[in-house]
Nanobody, 125 residues
Framework: QLQLVESGGGLVQPGESLRLSCSVSGFHLKYYALGWFRQAPGKEREGVSC????????IYGDSVKGRFTISRDSANNMMFLQMDSLRPEDTAVYYC??????????????????WGQGTQVTVSS
């Protein structure tokens, strides 16, 4: 059974950093592109970042470019999102997700069919 489990969320002050992790079970990450999404209260879920199967050029949303970094450890079936210089507007529930196998890194939540349960990130002074 395919399963994604996020961890690493929490409460931080503006300017601080967090590293989110996503543990994968039931399949091997090397066959999948990987994505991170987030959903703030009262807003639609939006894409944060995506990286392809061969660690090709990652894609980032405009609001996180230069501050967030996506990575993967396929050997250990893990994916990560390093978040630096956090801002109050980054407050949201963050989700990791994968599209069907052998699918390239593509935007749009409808392209992803396996999701984690989410982890809360709150940025506040």
């Amino acid at each position: 059974q395919l399963q994604l489990v996020e961890s690493g969320g929490g409460l931080v002050q503006p300017g601080e950093s967090l590293r989110l992790s996503c543990s994968v079970s039931g399949f091997h990450l090397k066959y999948y592109a990987l994505g991170w999404f987030r959903q703030a209260p009262g807003k639609e879920r939006e894409g944060v970042s995506c990286i392809g199967r061969y660690n090709d050029e990652p894609i980032y949303g405009d609001s996180v470019k230069g501050r967030f970094t996506i990575s993967r450890d396929s050997a250990n079936n893990m994916m990560f999102l390093q978040m630096d210089s956090l801002r109050p507007e980054d407050t949201a529930v963050y989700y990791c997700a994968v599209p069907p196998p052998f699918t390239p890194c593509v935007p749009g939540i409808n392209n992803y069919d396996t999701w984690g349960q989410g982890t809360q990130v709150t940025v506040s002074s």
